[in-house]
């Protein structure tokens, strides 16, 4: 079946410590995209990327990174420049000239 | 700029009620519109969407019709279930040198019950 998969589902990092969070889809699309999600907020993007090799950054980008070496994966790493990295990521892809989204299921990081 | 604005929650209602979920957005351009639900701890899922003004999507029961000369998008069903219980986010997409980038209301947490 075809999808967007999140992993882990569970992380918990350490202060000072870098965690990568990995996104893979097999949909095919071009665009994928990081939000990050915070209690009785919406979703806010943190970066986006059209195409291979290429990302910019969302509305909340500093002390983040991601890379998309492939078209099937665009992993987030969250660094220790980010001071409040609690809260859920979410990853989501779009196929070329559509605008429905999909989502995967989520990776909840806490830090402990 | 390009914002969402959807009712707060939480709401709570019996079993059968009528739901309604008030949002409304502002956009510079033609956006596509959409409802997306989420059960607790999962990702986000389609529930429906609408393209052009006038446009109704539906979807297991839920509806909303994109209305341009109000800037709206309303999420109603006739009769909830206590399956509905969920947090229910609005968003638009589809503006131009946008990225495909979705921008989302703050969500309404929707609580039935029996």
């Known amino acids: 079946d075809g999808g967007i998969t999140q992993s882990p589902k569970y992380l918990f990092r350490k202060e000072g410590q870098n965690v990568t969070l990995s996104c893979e889809q097999n949909?095919?699309?071009?665009?994928m995209y990081w939000y990050r999600q915070d209690p009785g907020q919406g979703l806010r993007l943190i970066y986006y990327?059209?195409?291979?090799?290429?990302?910019q950054k969302g509305d909340i980008a500093e002390g983040y990174s991601v890379s998309r070496e492939k078209k099937e994966s665009f992993p987030l790493t969250v660094t220790s420049a980010q001071k409040n990295p609690t809260a859920f990521y979410l990853c989501?892809?779009?196929?070329?000239?559509?605008?429905?989204?999909?989502f995967g299921q989520g990776t909840r990081l806490t830090v402990v | 700029g390009n914002s969402v604005t959807q009712m707060e929650g939480p709401v709570t209602l019996s079993e059968e009620a009528f739901l309604t979920i008030n949002c409304t957005y502002t956009?510079?351009?033609?956006?596509?519109l959409f409802w997306y639900v989420q059960y607790p701890g999962e990702g986000l899922q389609l529930l429906l969407k609408?393209?052009?003004?006038?446009d109704k999507g539906s979807n297991k029961g839920f509806e909303a019709t994109y209305r341009k000369e109000t800037t709206s998008f309303h999420l109603e069903k006739g009769s909830v279930q206590v399956s509905d219980s969920a947090v229910y986010f609005c968003?638009?997409?589809?503006?131009?040198?946008?990225?495909?980038?979705?921008?989302f209301g703050q969500g309404t947490e929707l609580s039935v019950k029996p």
């Open positions: 989501a892809s779009i196929v070329e000239g559509d605008t429905e989204a999909f």
């Open positions: 949909l095919n699309h071009d665009a």
């Open positions: 990327s059209q195409i291979v090799n290429d990302f």
């Open positions: 956009a510079t351009g033609y956006p596509s």
């Open positions: 609408a393209t052009k003004a006038d």
């Open positions: 968003a638009l997409s589809g503006l131009v040198n946008q990225g495909g980038k979705l921008i």
